[in-house]
């Protein structure tokens, strides 16, 4: 069941970002946690692996943050962040690959989530019964 490779969260970000346009990083962090957790139900393991800094009403991903850092000291060149939409855009040509398996999933959820306001959104992750393990153990980790 453990077989499929471990993707980095900064090609995921990308390939969300190729599919769904314009997107926030609060937006981003709630379709990673979610891909993971159905990816979990339906392979029976998690293609991410991620930390998430949180609390009951809600949590962040302190990747996401190291991407946003990347972008403004210019070292990543294909996300870039709209000012004044406040979001992350994927800016370069080529194409986001990722495994099937892990796209598959990623696009899944997007449809599910794409017409929920962030409200909406946080409420389906922030009140998952999954949700206060992933704070206690901190995100998602091997073991």
């Known amino acids: 069941m453990g077989d499929i490779k471990m993707i980095s969260i900064r090609d ?7 599919i769904a346009g314009c997107t926030s990083p ?13 990816m979990l139900k ?9 930390k ?17 850092r990347r972008i ?5 060149r ?11 855009e994927y800016v370069c040509e080529e194409k986001v690959e990722l ?5 598959d999933v990623i696009q899944k959820v997007f449809d ?11 409420r389906i992750v922030v009140r998952d019964p999954h949700y206060p393990e992933l704070l206690k153990r901190g995100g998602f980790h091997e073991g």
Do not use: H
């Open 72 to 76: 403004k000291d210019g070292s990543e």
């Open 52 to 68: 998430v800094d949180g609390f009951q009403a809600g949590f962040a991903v302190p990747e996401i943050e190291e991407i946003k």
């Open 12 to 18: 995921t970000v990308a390939y969300i970002l190729s």
């Open 42 to 50: 339906e392979k029976g393991t998690i293609a991410l692996r991620f």
């Open 112 to 122: 599910e989530i794409r017409s929920l306001d962030d409200i909406s959104l946080n």
């Open 99 to 103: 495994p099937r398996e892990v796209s």
């Open 78 to 88: 294909c996300i870039k962040i709209n000012e004044q939409k406040k979001c992350f």
């Open 26 to 38: 609060f937006r981003i962090s709630r379709m990673l946690v979610l891909a993971n957790w159905k």
